[in-house]
């Protein structure tokens, strides 16, 4: 699984289906980009491709059980691997970490300064 595969079952994991045009918004990546990945996840069974009722243009991707298993699994894969290269930093060098990171989020999609 790809980075960017990755990206789009967390996304639709965290706030529910989503039409592609959506995740291509989120992620910031076009909407074809968007429309490879999601049939590479729907043919590994990760991934369904539903009609949109609202547009029929448009396409709703949602998680499989299988694709819901597998997202928050590799999160915590990566959550754990976080801790492991933080573990051995002193405490105040992961408190700056933890900062820099913080104020990182400004640059996702969707989240904002918090001051």
């Known amino acids: 699984m790809t980075?960017?595969?990755y990206n789009v079952m967390r996304l639709i994991d965290t706030t529910g289906p989503q039409p592609q045009a959506e995740v291509a918004r989120h992620l910031v990546v076009?909407?074809?980009?968007v429309t490879r990945l999601a049939a590479a996840l729907a043919e590994a069974g990760l991934?369904?491709?539903?009609?949109?009722?609202?547009?029929?243009?448009?396409?709703?991707?949602?998680?499989?059980e299988t694709g819901r298993r597998r997202a928050r699994a590799m999160r915590r894969d990566l959550l754990a691997a976080a801790r492991e290269l933080l573990e051995p930093l002193p405490g105040d060098r992961r408190a700056?970490?933890?900062a820099a990171l913080e104020e990182l989020q400004v640059l996702l999609p969707g989240h904002s300064a918090r001051r």
């Open 30 to 33: 076009t909407a074809p980009v």
């Open 3 to 5: 980075y960017q595969q």
């Open 96 to 98: 700056a970490v933890a």
């Open 47 to 64: 991934v369904e491709r539903q009609d949109d009722p609202k547009d029929r243009r448009a396409v709703i991707l949602a998680l499989t």
